[in-house]
């Protein structure tokens, strides 16, 4: 990890991050911003609220080394103000070591859970607000996904299968700064105080040119029993769901401002966030295992004895994780599949963007390098509100590409 230069946000928050480039040279940034507390120091604070030995609490280890937590002293527009500032410092970053101008940049997608958009000073579409604090051209395509922790994958797929975003320099923005209610655990679940980590992870690429997605899949499972529920930062934008059997009425649009989000089950009453650990654990075992699985043996009929690229999903805690990896080898499918979020935390939004780019510094068994021209991964990511979404992600030598970049 390292500490920018200056190693603060404007507010005095600490801000820590990590660079990783792909062979062909896409850069992935990640930056993780507030206090930064050990997992000792999160179980013994936990213990302590929740009334909870700090035993048993080791005993059900979520598998993250850190979090970074908002500071509670912050309030809610100061918290928001780190987010954006955090997102622009880290896109600044991406920008510069892709030696790109930023007139070159042709569209910016921020993808998020609980986006910071519901402050005094209201955002009506998030990554325009973030491409023009950085200082790209207005007129440039956003796009902002707020599907929770599916929201990342969903945005990736959107930048190659879209026309305005092919064949351009396109700076992805994962961003989550959800701490600012998680760090409360009065008004949140002892899992959700534990295991949410703010963090922004930012990937620069040319659509179409460096990279593809194949066999791409979108699905929404609804949680109709609420068992992971959240504050809607962008209910506002929302419409009521009159028909709880059309799952279209969960995945809306809001075509003025280039959004499209989750509907996700609302919290009990005096909470912002709410997990049944035990019956959340169920609930994406019992949708999305199921749909890991048979998008995996799909993809092995179309490749019948090609060796398997390796799997980077969603890490929203070893646990669940670790249900995953246990049906791919009941299955015998021999696909790596690592946990690459264990140093600081489940981000939501952000936590695919973070592994995806630690995972450009992966090798599988043979040692050889996976963002080799020809070589792919497999794109895994669910979430709250049931959405979850699966692709291949095929990595291009641009010199051969170089016909589809737009002008």
């Not at 401002?257 to 996700?264: A, D, L, Q």
């Not at 075992?285 to 749909?291: D, L, V």
Request: include cysteine; charge should be negative; aromatic fraction near 8%.
């Amino acid at each position: 990890m390292e500490t920018l230069t200056p190693p603060k946000l404007s507010s005095g928050t600490p801000i820590d991050i990590d660079r990783h480039r792909s062979v062909t040279g896409i850069v992935g940034i990640n930056g993780q911003w507030g206090v930064k507390l050990s997992r000792d120091e999160v179980i013994s604070r936990a213990s302590t609220y929740y009334q909870v030995p700090e035993d048993e609490l080791r005993k059900k280890d979520l598998g993250f080394d850190c979090i970074y937590q908002t500071d509670p002293q912050l309030d809610d527009e100061a918290a928001i103000s780190d987010e954006i500032e955090a997102a622009v410092t880290v896109g600044n970053e991406v920008i510069r070591e892709r030696e790109w101008a930023k007139p070159d940049v042709g569209g910016v997608i921020v993808t998020s859970g609980m986006p910071g958009i519901n402050g005094k000073r209201k955002i009506p579409n998030y990554a325009r607000e973030i491409a023009d604090r950085i200082g790209l051209d207005p007129d440039i395509p956003t796009l902002n996904v707020f599907a929770a922790c599916n929201s990342p994958a969903y945005g990736l797929a959107a930048a190659h299968e879209r026309e305005e975003f092919q064949g351009k320099r396109i700076l992805q923005v994962n961003v989550e700064g959800m701490t600012r209610y998680t760090n409360n655990p009065k008004r949140v679940d002892i899992t959700s105080y534990r295991a949410f980590s703010n963090s922004v992870s930012i990937t620069g690429y040319v659509s179409l040119v460096e990279t593809e997605i194949h066999h791409h899949r979108h699905e929404i499972i609804p949680d109709e029993n609420g068992v992971l529920a959240a504050t809607m930062t962008y209910k506002d934008k929302t419409k009521p769901i009159t028909d709880p059997k059309d799952i279209r009425q969960y995945w809306q649009v809001d075509s003025e401002n280039n959004t499209e989000m989750i509907i996700m089950a609302e919290p009990p009453e005096g909470y912002d966030i709410w997990m049944d650990g035990m019956a959340t654990f169920r609930f994406f075992g019992r949708k999305s295992g199921p749909f890991l699985l048979r998008e995996m043996k799909a993809y092995m009929d179309a490749h019948p004895g090609k060796q398997l690229p390796p799997i980077f999903a969603h890490n929203p805690s070893l646990p669940v994780f670790d249900l995953f990896v246990g049906d791919l080898k009941r299955n015998e499918i021999p696909a790596p599949m690592p946990f690459l979020a264990k140093e600081d935390g489940n981000s939501s939004a952000a936590t695919l963007g973070k592994v995806l780019h630690r995972g450009f510094d992966y090798h599988d068994g043979n040692v050889r390098d996976i963002t080799e021209p020809g070589r792919s991964v497999i794109i895994f990511a669910y979430g709250a509100g049931g959405s979850q979404d699966f692709a291949e992600l095929v990595f291009l030598d641009p010199n051969l590409y170089r016909d589809r970049l737009a002008a």
